[in-house]
């Protein structure tokens, strides 16, 4: 079983930079994939980024290619999500999510672990 637990969520202003934390629990989080999603209030859960077991492969939406990095430190069992030049449309709860694989999904559902979320907010 691997518990995820985010932080480093705040609030920021339009152009700012944050670096989301998820610190998991368990050995094996070093073998398995992982992703930060996101859930806006009224809007769906939507997939931010994604990174392989090795943090050799990483994928990214349009939205935040550019100004996102995911990146594991198997070392630490903890994964990141640096956000620079935050926009207001990035304010939402971002969760991380862990699958029990090495390749990352682009399917919610294909991941088998969650953290509680952080709240990002963002203003102008």
């Known amino acids: 079983q691997v518990q995820l637990v985010e932080s480093g969520g705040g609030l920021v202003q339009a152009g700012d930079s944050l670096r989301l934390s998820c610190a998991a629990s368990?050995?094996?989080?070093?073998?398995?994939?992982m992703a930060w999603f996101r859930q806006a209030p009224g809007k769906e859960r939507e997939l931010v980024a994604a990174?392989?077991?090795?943090?050799?492969?990483?994928m990214y939406a349009d939205s935040v290619k550019g100004r996102f990095t995911i990146s594991k430190d198997n070392a630490k069992n903890t994964g990141y999500l640096q956000m620079n030049s935050l926009k207001l449309e990035d304010a939402a709860v971002y969760y991380c999510?862990?699958?029990?694989?090495?390749?990352?999904?682009?399917?919610?559902?294909?991941?088998?672990?969650w953290g509680q979320g952080t709240q990002v907010t963002v203003s102008s």
């Open positions: 999510a862990a699958r029990r694989a090495g390749d990352y999904s682009l399917n919610q559902y294909n991941y088998n672990y």
């Open positions: 990174i392989n077991w090795s943090g050799s492969s990483t």
């Open positions: 368990g050995r094996t989080f070093s073998s398995y994939a």
